[in-house]
């Protein structure tokens, strides 16, 4: 009986030999790729065969392959009896390559569409008859602000009366831009002790602030050449900022200076007066100078000791120890409201002098003023702790009781202070702090910064007018300098 070998296709071992024989020429190395004759013993060999002519160009394609192999027989189990011989197409498992042709641009980049966003387009509004409806009827126009003055707009300089200014807070006079430049200097030196601006002759602009009952107030006058006609000029008064109220009492106190010493103004004050003018001559006449159903003046001759109240009890209950603690907590929580807590003090202080003691006793009070107030960004809150500071040296005792809060370390640095004003009161401040028994600083510099800047404000102070002679006198910078000479 002849033994069958069902390792491979089922084959016995002569017949083997021939098959492997007739089939040398094609592939020598991968015999058992054509003919599966061990697919169970043997890895499978995917590699090009020698013979590939025929793929010119590209030798990695699938592969006819004529045997007489029976599926996987060799896996399944032996081959069924009495089957014919059959065609098995075998696909090689190949690396492509293309050649760089039509197709060189597929490269290994991968592709890329961009960032795809969405797109919202907003499809206009129709109306019920298919009409496209807008709504420019509802539009306003473009808000836009005019400045007093445009510096570089017209190159700078002395410009043209605007087309645009207001009228007023604005006044015409007959005297040219450079007379009313120096005139408007002088007048606002000596309006008020506690005013500071700066003339910038160049472009006929005066900068600067004011406190108005211990609120700031910014502003700016721009003047203007009237319609080409140098010897007329218009100069407007404008608030940048701060207090309102206060902008409004410091115009119409300064416009009752300008139109005295102006020559032949002409303003909003002109025509309120010309309007009230004609109302009264439009109810005159020549009986007692009332005309017909007028009332006559109110009597305001009644009595008013009924109403009379005893103001001692009032300032008894007007100021306490907690309006100091409020002003202590509002500080430390920066509160805005701290600006007029301190104008409420400093109010307080000049008609209720008899409680400087207890704000002295109040040790978190004097050190809030001079460690946090004296250092604050806002010069309304520097003003008002120096003024504060004044009134306490005022006391008995009280400069030697402040030296004891090193008052001098918190009060020299603003000898250098960017606002005129403040310096001003931190001489007022020194001066005060003179008649201690003895001086003391932090460390040397700040002797020297103070011994340099006492120096140049002298220099600085010496022909400046003042709104009041004791407001800055030679003498406060002698008590100064003796003081620091003993140091």
Not at 457 to 480: H, R
């Amino acid at each position: 009986m002849q033994k069958v070998n069902f390792s491979g296709n089922g084959k016995s071992n002569n017949e083997q030999q021939n098959y492997k024989a007739n089939n040398n020429n094609n592939n020598n190395n991968n015999d058992d790729i054509h003919g599966f004759g061990s697919l169970g013993a043997a890895p499978l060999a995917l590699g090009a065969s020698q013979d590939h002519a025929m793929w010119k160009g590209s030798h990695y394609a699938p592969t006819m392959v004529d045997s007489d192999i029976h599926g996987l027989s060799g896996v399944s189990g032996p081959q069924q009896m009495g089957m014919v011989k059959q065609t098995q197409t075998a696909v090689r498992q190949q690396a492509m390559i293309i050649s760089q042709g039509g197709m060189d641009s597929l490269d290994d980049t991968p592709l890329s569409f961009g960032a795809m966003k969405p797109q919202i387009q907003v499809l206009p509004s129709l109306n019920d008859n298919g009409m496209t409806e807008t709504f420019d009827e509802f539009k306003s126009e473009v808000p836009f602000f005019v400045p007093s003055k445009c510096i570089g707009l017209n190159g700078g300089g002395l410009q043209a009366t605007p087309a645009m200014y207001n009228e007023l807070t604005s006044i015409v006079v007959d005297e040219t831009p450079q007379q009313v430049l120096e005139k408007f200097s002088a007048i606002l030196s000596t309006f008020s002790n506690d005013i500071d601006f700066s003339v910038d002759a160049a472009n006929y602009i005066i900068s600067g602030q004011i406190f108005v009952r211990h609120f700031a107030v910014f502003f700016k006058i721009s003047i203007w050449e009237e319609s080409g006609n140098g010897d007329r000029t218009r100069f407007e008064c404008r608030r940048c900022k701060g207090d309102t109220m206060g902008f409004t009492e410091f115009w119409n106190e300064i416009e009752e200076i300008l139109y005295a010493q102006f020559t032949n103004p002409k303003g909003a004050k002109n025509d309120l007066e010309d309007t009230d003018n004609d109302a009264n001559d439009s109810m005159g006449d020549d009986d007692g100078g009332f005309a017909f159903g007028a009332l006559p003046p109110l009597d305001y001759s009644f009595n008013l000791d009924a109403l009379d109240v005893d103001m001692n009890n009032d300032e008894q209950t007007a100021f306490s120890k907690d309006d100091l603690d409020n002003f202590v907590q509002d500080m430390h929580d920066c509160d805005p409201s701290v600006v007029y807590s301190i104008a409420m003090l400093l109010d307080a202080f000049t008609v209720q002098t008899q409680f400087l003691q207890m704000v002295l006793d109040h040790t978190q009070f004097v050190k809030t003023v001079i460690d946090i107030a004296l250092k604050h960004q806002d010069t309304a809150l520097v003003r008002g702790a120096l003024i504060m500071l004044e009134k306490l040296c005022d006391s008995k005792g009280g400069a030697d009781s402040l030296m004891a809060f090193r008052v001098l370390d918190g009060v020299t640095p603003l000898l250098q202070h960017d606002c005129d004003l403040i310096r001003k009161y931190a001489i007022r401040v020194l001066s005060k702090l003179s008649s201690a028994q003895s001086w003391s600083f932090n460390n040397e510099k700040l002797r020297r910064l103070a011994t340099v800047k006492v120096s140049e404000c002298k220099s600085k102070w010496a022909q400046s007018n003042f709104a009041s002679n004791d407001f800055i006198q030679p003498q406060m910078f002698e008590n100064i300098h003796q003081k620091l000479i003993k140091v």
